[in-house]
């Protein structure tokens, strides 16, 4: 009780500060930030610790601020140390008591929940202080909308993550939040299509082709945003963005997911799918330093687009594998063999009975028999996580060096769950 009534408080206090620093977007924040005091909910004490953590911080920098100035213009300043200290001490006081609450509550996945919460609320709130634009959609819409929207994503990150954090229903979630995220993303580009360019992220249509990530760049030699963007995810979730991401890859899934039982893919496939990607890559190239018009290289590339499209509603969804994703598509290669340099991986622990029940788990053909005696999953893996729950005995796993199996799961659906929230938050296209 005393925590609770010590946190709205101190939450008001940082929302009154703000609105008196003419930040109306950090008032309506900590404001938002408010009802989670209140809310019935198992993560919101680690999460309020979190955010009364940084509340403390930035009452020690005003105090530490205003003090110095007042000593360089010869003014008084024991008295504000004393009142701002104390509001500091307040503020850390109520983080503490909430992490103390936090501790002994009893839902254990109520630290991986807040995690996500805190990680979604701090990537958005940098992208959206660090941008020029209005990257983050509502706030094209009302004043400090933006800040709303950053609550609330961090709340649905939350939420995400303790649905996914139950192995029998992580693969479920996944798919279903892969394909929000895609059904989102075109509702958006058919929104900016009927001319609401405030859909738009730039106000400026582009072909929505994975494969002109790093085809675009390469013909165009600027427009470097998607490819940092791109491996930015390989950095900190290796090739998930193919599993979790991407807004293409998630019709594939789709189409693949037509037959119950996913076959195997011809033994030719790695080498087409090295040919592809270097065809393509290759083109760019040569198309951007001959000079070719624009109108060519958007021909090719929906050509190359639609030609994906009838991939997927033909092989993928006879086959059961995501042909698209892991035949046709050059990203999906540079994922799978750039996503190398994060140590996130699926393991097959030495218990194995070689059984190959998993198989049947994974669209992406990264378990075949000879994976599964290898012990790891194959190249194309893309980290979807669906195998985990699919082993009944409870051999396959995350593995990520220094932390065990459970861990390593849990800090990969923090990062990546935090991810999927931030992309559905910014203004995508
Ligand atoms: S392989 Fe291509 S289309 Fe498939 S998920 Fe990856 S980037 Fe998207
Ligand atoms: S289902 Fe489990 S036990 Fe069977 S092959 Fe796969 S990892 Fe091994
Ligand atoms: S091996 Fe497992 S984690 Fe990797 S793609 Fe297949 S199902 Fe997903």
């Known amino acids: 009780m005393i925590t609770t009534i010590l946190t709205i408080p101190t939450l008001l206090f940082l929302a009154a500060h703000a609105f008196r620093m003419g930040c109306s977007g950090g008032a309506v924040f900590w404001l938002t930030a408010g009802f989670l ?7 919101k004490s680690w999460a309020l610790a979190g955010l009364l953590g940084f509340g403390s911080w930035l009452w020690a920098d005003v105090t530490f601020t205003l003090v110095q100035q007042r000593i360089a213009f010869g003014l008084p300043w024991v008295r504000l140390a004393a009142i701002l200290g104390t509001v500091t001490l307040v503020c850390l006081a109520a983080a503490i008591l909430n992490w103390r609450r936090a501790r002994v509550s009893g839902w ?15 990537g958005l709130a940098i992208a959206r202080e660090k941008t020029s634009l209005d990257i983050i959609l509502l706030d094209r819409f009302f004043p400090s909308g933006g800040w709303i929207a950053i609550i609330l994503l961090g709340w649905y990150a939350a939420w995400i993550a303790g649905k996914m954090l139950r192995p029998g229903n992580s693969a479920k979630w996944r798919r279903t939040i892969w394909t929000v995220f895609s059904a989102v993303f075109f509702l958006q580009l058919g929104l900016g299509l009927l001319g609401f360019e405030r859909f738009l992220m730039t106000g400026s249509l582009h072909l929505p082709i994975p494969a002109l990530i790093a085809a675009g760049p390469l013909y165009r030699g600027d427009g470097f945003f ?14 998930a963005w193919c599993s979790h991401l991407c807004y293409i890859g998630a019709w594939d899934n789709l189409a693949a997911e037509g037959k119950k039982k996913p076959g195997a893919l011809p033994g030719w496939t790695t080498t087409g799918r090295w040919l592809i990607c270097l065809a393509v890559l290759a083109t760019a190239i040569l198309l951007g330093r001959s000079g070719q018009p624009l109108f060519t290289a958007v021909a090719l590339a929906a050509v190359f687009g639609l030609l994906g499209i009838v991939i997927m509603l033909t092989w993928s969804r006879r086959s059961g594998i995501m042909t698209h994703c892991t035949t046709y598509c050059p990203m999906g290669l540079l994922a799978n063999i750039f996503g190398k340099i994060n140590p996130w991986r699926i393991r097959i622990d030495e218990k194995c009975c070689r059984c190959g ?12 028999v000879r994976d599964i005696e290898g012990g790891k999953a194959g190249l194309n893996c893309s980290l979807c996580g669906d195998c985990i729950s699919g082993c009944p005995h409870g051999h396959l796993h995350y593995r990520f060096p220094g932390l065990g199996n459970e861990a390593a799961r849990s800090c990969f659906i923090v990062v990546i769950v935090a991810l999927h929230a931030l992309f559905l938050g910014v203004a995508r296209l």
Not at 112 to 121: D, E, G, I, R
Not at 226 to 239: D, E
């Open 357 to 368: 029940i998993c198989t049947r788990s994974c669209r992406y053909g990264a378990l075949t």
């Open 108 to 122: 254990p996945g109520s630290s991986v929940q807040a995690s996500a919460f805190l990680l979604t609320v701090t």
């Open 226 to 239: 998607m490819i940092i963007l791109f491996a930015v995810t390989l950095v900190l979730v290796g090739p």
């Open 37 to 43: 005091a209140i809310a019935p909910v198992p993560w």
